[in-house]
Nanobody, 123 residues
Framework: QVRLVESGGRLVHTGESLLLSCEASGRTSNLYGMWWFRQAPGKEREFVGTINWGGGGTWLGDTVKDRCTMSRDIAKNTMYLRMSNLKPEDTGVYYC????????????????WGQGTQVTVSS
């Protein structure tokens, strides 16, 4: 089992930057890939980005790719999402998820979810 804990969410103003973290614990040796999602009030969950844990390759969603970067620190078992030039539409709860095998990663089968961290962007 892997447990995920997000942190870093807070109230920010339009145009500011923010760094979110997702720390994994437990059977982290099995980590294959991780994702960031977000959900705004009254809206469906939205894909933000994904990272291959071993190689570090990332893929970001179209709505954030020009303003966000993803990275991970294997030694700290932590994934990061750095967001810049934040907009009110970036408001929502940000969740991380993990896959513990290549099969699950490429089939988008999530083995673990975090509890989420709230990001609020005021205009």
């Amino acid at each position: 089992q892997v447990r995920l804990v997000e942190s870093g969410g807070r109230l920010v103003h339009t145009g500011e930057s923010l760094l979110l973290s997702c720390e994994a614990s437990g059977r982290t040796s099995n980590l294959y890939g991780m994702w960031w999602f977000r959900q705004a009030p009254g809206k469906e969950r939205e894909f933000v980005g994904t990272i291959n844990w071993g190689g570090g390759g990332t893929w970001l969603g179209d709505t954030v790719k020009d303003r966000c970067t993803m990275s991970r620190d294997i030694a700290k078992n932590t994934m990061y999402l750095r967001m810049s030039n934040l907009k009110p539409e970036d408001t929502g709860v940000y969740y991380c998820a993990a896959a513990l095998s290549a099969e699950n990663y490429f089939n988008r089968q999530y083995d673990a979810w975090g509890q989420g961290t709230q990001v609020t962007v005021s205009s």
